[in-house]
């Protein structure tokens, strides 16, 4: 498994940028793809962005595309979530996460490896 801590989260107002952080160690990091997800306040988690192995493929939802960047860097065993244009409903926990193999999936259930997750505030 790869472990993971994310940094970076904080309070920003609306239309402001914020950028994610999650460094990961092990030896799996390379072999893995990489994801965000959110949990906002009374609601269930959600899949943000994915990258996959090599960080040329690209996944993103529909909410935040066009506004929210992923890449990740396998010299250095990071992943990152470049976040603009940002809205009091990006609000949530954000989470970064991995999952073995080529295989970018949306399902939180099937992804091996969780950070402890980082705050986003963005206030109106």
């Known amino acids: 498994q790869v472990q993971l801590v994310e940094s970076g989260g904080g309070l920003v107002q609306a239309g402001g940028s914020l950028k994610l952080s999650c460094a990961a160690s092990?030896?799996?990091?390379?072999?893995?793809?990489m994801g965000w997800f959110r949990q906002a306040p009374g609601k269930e988690r959600e899949f943000v962005a994915a990258v996959g192995q090599s960080g040329v493929i690209t996944t993103y939802a529909g909410s935040v595309k066009g506004r929210f960047t992923i890449s990740r860097d396998n010299a250095k065993n990071t992943v990152s979530l470049q976040m603009n244009s940002l809205k009091p409903e990006d609000t949530a926990v954000y989470y970064c996460?991995?999952?073995?193999?080529?295989?970018?999936?949306?399902?939180?259930?099937?992804?091996?490896?969780w950070g402890q997750g980082t705050q986003v505030t963005v206030s109106a």
């Open positions: 092990g030896r799996t990091f390379s072999n893995s793809v």
């Open positions: 996460a991995a999952r073995l193999g080529f295989t970018i999936d949306i399902n939180e259930r099937v992804w091996d490896s």
